[in-house]
């Protein structure tokens, strides 16, 4: 059964950088190849939002426009790891930050009518900015 785990989050000052990881287990590199791998966050009392999303080929990525420029999504196939590269980082972005795998199109997983039934999350990791 494939898993997913986050890592990387902790608190940082507003403005300062954190490097997020999506680790999958349970699964083959030929398999987890083709999972579109996206990334969500949930702040206290807010619905969840589509952060980035990485197509099963590197070829492309999407992002919400409130981390456009700011935020960058990669892959490692070989190591079954997705990151999230996040700089300029503001209070406005603390939240727990879900990973999440599926088969659908990465163009669609971002989107609230979709995300709702994707394959795979993972169980979260906490970011603060906050001076």
């Known amino acids: 059964q494939v898993q997913l785990v986050e890592s990387g989050g902790g608190v940082v000052q507003p403005g300062g950088s954190l490097r997020l990881s999506c680790a999958a287990s349970?699964?083959?590199?030929?398999?987890?190849?083709?999972?579109?791998i996206a990334w969500f966050r949930q702040a206290p009392g807010k619905k969840r939002e589509g952060v980035s999303c990485i197509s099963s080929d590197n070829g492309s990525t999407y992002y919400a426009d409130s981390v456009k420029g700011r935020f960058t999504i990669s892959r490692d196939n070989a190591k079954k790891t997705v990151y999230l590269q996040m700089n300029s980082l503001k209070p406005e972005d603390t939240a727990v930050y879900y990973c999440?795998?599926?088969?659908?199109?990465?163009?669609?997983?971002?989107?609230?009518?979709?995300?709702?039934?994707?394959?795979?999350w993972g169980r979260g990791t906490l970011v603060t900015v906050s001076s």
């Open positions: 999440a795998a599926d088969h659908s199109p990465a163009s669609t997983i971002l989107s609230d009518w979709v995300s709702q039934y994707l394959e795979v």
């Open positions: 349970g699964i083959t590199n030929d398999d987890y190849n083709i999972y579109a």
